[in-house]
């Protein structure tokens, strides 16, 4: 059902668009309606590219997947910065005893 149901939004603007021309035959596409849908597909390319950089997560934050707890469900967050070498390194390392 839900693959329907994106059929049809997907085909629904081409169909509409074959109803007008169907319903207006030799006529043109008025300017002011081209200018509006450039101005439509200007603004939703540019709230998703907003949205894709004000969503982004820190490159060097490990992603902590959601789990069942005895509460329910914690969701998914960032965690703690991971380290940027292949591998694991320590946050503060004991020096330990000189040696002499």
Do not use: C, K
Not at 19 to 43: C, D, E, K, T
Not at 57 to 73: L, Q
């Amino acid at each position: 059902m839900p693959y329907i149901v994106e059929a049809v939004l997907f085909l629904a603007p081409f169909a509409l668009y074959a109803l007008w021309l169907r319903f207006n035959p030799g006529r043109a596409v008025a300017a002011h309606a081209v200018a509006l849908a450039l101005l439509g597909l200007s603004i939703s390319i540019g709230a998703a590219i907003w949205y894709g950089l004000s969503r982004g997560m820190d490159p060097y934050t490990a992603y902590v997947p959601p789990r069942v707890t005895s509460e329910g469900i914690a969701p998914g967050h960032a965690g703690e910065e991971r380290s940027t070498g292949a591998w694991p390194t320590l946050r503060n390392p004991d020096p330990g005893p000189l040696r002499q």
